[in-house]
């Protein structure tokens, strides 16, 4: 059975930084695209950043250059490490993984966590 436990949201000021854990379980994870997406309250889904098997990584425009997406194929977890935080990334945080789906706007398609929740304040 495949899960997704994600960790490390929290509550910090604009301009701080937080680092989230995804850890994976039930497939092989080094094969599997793995990404993040968020959802914030009357918003729509938005795909944060993505890392496929083969290292590569996507980020969306809105979070290029603060956001960083890693893995650790021996740890069976992925990363996304936030920094210079702003309010408007307040948002249920996400981590999903596919063998299939592989761009910002689909990786929500495949397994995925319950979410940590990341609330940052001006």
């Known amino acids: 059975q495949v899960q997704l436990v994600e960790s490390g949201g929290g509550s910090v000021q604009a301009g701080g930084s937080l680092r989230l854990s995804c850890v994976v379980s039930?497939?092989?994870?080094?094969?599997?695209?793995t990404g993040w997406f968020r959802q914030a309250p009357g918003k729509e889904r938005e795909g944060v950043a993505r890392i496929d098997s083969d290292g590569s990584t996507v980020y969306a425009d809105s979070v290029k250059g603060r956001f960083t997406i890693s893995k650790d194929n021996a740890k069976n977890t992925a990363y996304l490490q936030m920094n210079s935080l702003k309010p408007e990334d307040t948002a249920m945080y996400y981590c999903a993984a596919s063998g299939t789906w592989c761009s910002l706007g689909t990786i929500y398609l495949g397994y995925g966590g319950q979410g940590t929740q990341v609330t940052v304040s001006s």
């Open positions: 039930g497939y092989t994870y080094s094969s599997y695209c």
